[in-house]
T-cell receptor, first 112, second 112 residues
Framework: KNEVEQSPQNLTAQEGEFITINCSYS?????LHWLQQHPGGGIVSLFM???GKKKHGRLIATINIQEKHSSLHITASHPRDSAVYIC??????????????FGTGTLLAVQP | KAGVTQTPRYLIKTRGQQVTLSCSPI?????VSWYQQTPGQGLQFLFE???????NKGNFPGRFSGRQFSNSRSEMNVSTLELGDSALYLC???????????FGPGTRLTVT
């Protein structure tokens, strides 16, 4: 079983819909990242969070440390949101480290 | 501020050769991490450097090595290339190990 699980793996939405992507992890973490990767493109960090909730524009990320679960929400989705969304956790290994463990990603397609 | 830069962006090598990839972090960032991305395995952690010291290493064979210089620039080297080393190699920099990581555009390595 992977240490970081994402669902769904693929998601198709109509423009304007509210989208939720889920991430569950099984290890102790010091932070969780949500990343965005466009086809053929580099990776952009959307959020880094260790508790609670963060919001940037139409994107909202939440984390529940006790349940080891995080969600990424996109409100009023747009075709330009089409990308792979990746959840990554920074584990606690008994020392300071920036090592990330990645989920397999969620491929989102937003149709006009 | 200039972002993370990686050179070269594309590279084609033959089995058995070696390759060196370079990463220049954002000015002032002292932490550099390297990741490999393949369609089959997704994103996997390779190394992490902070102030010229390797803090962590992923589960890759000894053919994969890296280093960081006093100006925080980092290189990774792969010796005796195999077909399975074909991948997108990404580096990411952050101010310290605990901060948000900023990814470079990646180097696309093809081994023939």
């Amino acid at each position: 079983k992977n240490e970081v699980e994402q669902s769904p793996q693929n998601l198709t939405a109509q423009e304007g819909e509210f989208i939720t992507i889920n991430c569950s992890y099984s290890v102790g973490i010091s932070a969780l990242h949500w990343l965005q990767q466009h086809p053929g493109g580099g990776i952009v960090s959307l959020f880094m969070l260790s508790s609670g909730k963060k919001k940037h524009g139409r994107l909202i990320a939440t984390i529940n440390i006790q349940e080891k679960h995080s969600s990424l929400h996109i409100t009023a989705s747009h075709p330009r949101d089409s990308a792979v969304y990746i959840c990554a956790v920074r584990g606690v290994y008994g020392g300071a480290t920036n090592k990330l463990i990645f989920g397999t990603g969620t491929l989102l397609a937003v149709q006009p | 501020k200039a972002g993370v830069t990686q050179t070269p962006r594309y590279l084609i090598k033959t089995r058995g050769q070696q390759v060196t990839l370079s990463c220049s972090p954002i000015s002032g960032h002292r932490s550099v991490s390297w990741y490999q991305q393949t369609p089959g395995q997704g994103l996997q952690f390779l190394f992490e450097y902070f102030s010229e010291t390797q803090r962590n290493k992923g589960n890759f064979p000894g053919r994969f090595s890296g280093r960081q210089f006093s100006n925080s620039r980092s290189e990774m080297n792969v010796s005796t290339l195999e077909l399975g080393d074909s991948a997108l190699y990404l580096c990411a920099s952050s101010a310290t190990w605990a901060d948000e990581q900023y990814f470079g555009p990646g180097t696309r390595l093809t081994v023939t």
